[in-house]
């Protein structure tokens, strides 16, 4: 039965019509309008690090679901902490769907581990695996220089860090100092830490700006999230491979990082290691670097509470990225599907290639004129037999040939004597057949000749008649057909001259004046 024919009370009978774009766009306001923001515990599942757009996909799981998972480009570059295949987190984003897949997503804004205790699992597990390749050996140590000429600061310029340990320093023992600048919290952190330590082992020894004879590595106190930077492989393994000493003084006291592994000497504070750079102490100045160094942490916390109240104000906002998230997210679908077909064409081309070149190779010069030559062998070798066979059968052809020839020769003049004779009695035949014809033929002709003579008209006109004509030519064979002073031709048996009728009858008279000829023309006879 068709949708017309179906009874008025069937279910769904007077339900309304939707397209997919409006019942999609339908479930997107209601999801969007139901949740909005929400927070959400899970482990990280199918993470492989960002698109190539900038943007990561990923999913979050339990025991019982899935939940799809985005972070924009822009978002996961301010992310402390990154995401990680298994690590359980909890996230802060907003719910929505992508109708491209009928599926709904959470857009990640936040990411922050489960707790302490996920992190610290992470944690422990690359300090196990860094450990177990020798990093962190007590015979990799250094021992310190006793009075170093010039030390090599990593730090960032701005903080309280570098101003703590250059007065530390100036009240301990004054000495060269040379500050690399870097980033100690944030994506590029972990980066341009490695790159200073490994740019000041590279100096020269005598070179225009002076090696350094110690480094150290300092920031100040913060949560394990502020300080993942200096858990980072890349950081660990440039303190280890330095051969120049390194101090790691990185957070407070009660911080630990895997730097303070790798490093030489570990102390405990940014100022304790500018105390452990030099040979003297000074407890009061100690005191109001530690102090100062608390009063600028309490600052970058105020800072940073700031700055969530107002990120928490702009997702009220609604941003270009929510604009975006869809066509973001159907181009990325898009480019991994062309992706793809890219290689599976690449794929197939190389398949095809590998089996031209086999037949190229089996095509090639070489092959060929090995084929050639051994073809050319075999074909001389039968040209050779082909040869001795034809010029045996030739001369037995030739042999046949001459006696068939030789009795054909005979029988043939035998035929030719006999047509000899043939041509010639039926030449005289010919002959005389022709001379009785033409006799004929003179007969009839000399007969139609006398009769034409006898009928025609020019035998009546030598017997002195004349035959009279118009001008056009056309014979008058009546007088009253000639009107007078018509122009007039006369014909005679030897001539035919002109005249002009006069249109009187009766007889002629008995003499007229014959008229003077002129010489060269005919006279008239009238």
Partial sequence: MSESEQPADAPGANAPEFSVSELSG???????????????RGEISGYRGPHSSGHVYFSLKDT??????????????????????????VVTGKLTTFAGKSAYQIIVESLEPAGVGALMALLEARRRKLAEEGLFDAARKQLLPFLPRVIGVVTSPTGAVIRDILHRLADRFPLHVLVWPVRVQGETSAEEVARA????????????????????????????????????????RAAAESHIPLISAVGHETDTTLIDFAADLRAPTPTAAAELATPVRAELLAGLADLEGRL????????????????????ALTSGEAILAGPRQRLDTAVAALRAHGRADFDARSLKLARLSRRLARQSPQARLAGLAERRRGLAQRLAR?????SERARDRLTTAGRR?????????????????????????????????????????????????????????????ALVRDAA???????????PGQALRIQFADDTVGATADGRGGDPPTQRAKPKAIKGQQGSLF
């Fill in 386 to 390: 082909a040869g001795a066979m034809f």
């Fill in 197 to 236: 330590i490994h740019g000041f082992n590279a100096f020269p020894v005598d070179g225009a700006i002076p090696r350094p004879d110690l480094i150290i590595v300092a920031r100040g106190g913060g949560s394990l999230e502020d300080l993942w930077s200096f858990n980072e492989e890349i950081v660990v």
């Fill in 405 to 465: 020839l030789a009795a054909l020769t005979r029988a043939e003049g035998r035929r030719f004597d006999e047509r000899a004779r043939f041509l010639a009695q039926f030449e005289g035949r010919l002959r005389r057949g022709f001379a009785e014809a033409q006799k004929r033929r003179e007969t009839r002709l000399s007969a139609a000749t006398q009769l034409l003579g006898a009928v025609g008209y020019r035998s009546v006109l030598a017997r002195g008649f």
């Fill in 473 to 483: 030519g056309a014979p008058l064979p009546r007088a009253a057909a000639i009107a």
């Fill in 26 to 40: 339908a479930l997107k306001r209601a999801i969007e309008d139901r949740f909005g923001y929400v927070r959400v």
């Fill in 296 to 315: 600028k942490g309490a600052a970058l916390r105020a800072a940073e509470r700031r700055r969530a109240e107002l990120r928490s104000l702009a997702r």
């Fill in 64 to 89: 019982g679901a899935r939940l799809d998972a985005v972070i924009w480009k822009g978002v996961f570059g301010r992310m402390r902490v990154r995401p990680e295949e298994g690590l359980e987190v």
